[in-house]
């Protein structure tokens, strides 16, 4: 939703902007957001067996999603993905709204370059997500429901966390200060 409000409100902005390509832009979107809604509500519907992921493959096409919208905001996005990565087994679209509810969550509330990373942590499949932000207060109780920090909900980093235990991983913040990472942990299937 984000990316579509900034799609728009920076059309408008720019008296010279190709208004037929931010529609098509906007209708792209649109489509995107109802795929998710609908993927939320099946997965939160029933149990999806899980298959083999390709964590490379999740972080390139998140990276494909998100590069768009922090590049509006004049940041970058990058992707490390180190050998050898452990296999999981887990629903390849709740990995991909908890990467989209992260890197959103970098987009609204952090700042500079945003860095995603899949390395293998002691048997267990690591994806980190860094921004160069100012970092998370103590004090902040950022996976609660209901919470509001900064004007925002943090009610995607609830439901990423909530979707990362479905999947039998975990969802940590690694690093609060002094910039924000944020780690999922998924075992690896022998």
Do not use: C, K
């Amino acid at each position: 939703m984000t990316g579509l409000r900034a799609l728009l409100e920076n059309g408008l902005a720019d008296p010279a902007s190709d208004l037929r390509q931010i529609i098509h832009s906007a209708i792209e979107r649109a489509d995107y957001l109802e795929d998710t809604i609908n993927d939320i509500i099946g997965l939160s519907r029933h149990r999806q067996p899980g298959a083999p992921v390709d964590a490379a493959e999740q972080l390139d096409a998140a990276a494909d999603r998100w590069r768009g919208p922090l590049a509006r905001d004049a940041r970058r996005l990058y992707v490390i993905i180190d050998a050898d990565l452990p296999t999981v087994i887990l629903v390849a679209s709740a990995l991909e709204q908890v990467l989209d509810a992260l890197i959103e969550n970098a987009l609204q509330h952090g700042a500079g370059t945003v860095a995603l990373r899949a390395r293998a942590a002691h048997g267990a499949l690591a994806i980190d997500v860094d921004d160069e932000g100012t970092g998370i207060a103590a004090t902040d109780q950022i996976f609660d429901h209901g919470v509001s920090y900064d004007g925002g909900s943090w009610i995607g980093l609830a439901f990423a966390q909530q979707l990362t235990a479905d999947q039998g991983g975990r969802l940590l913040l690694a690093r609060r200060q002094p910039s924000t990472r944020f780690t999922l942990i998924f075992p690896s299937t022998p």
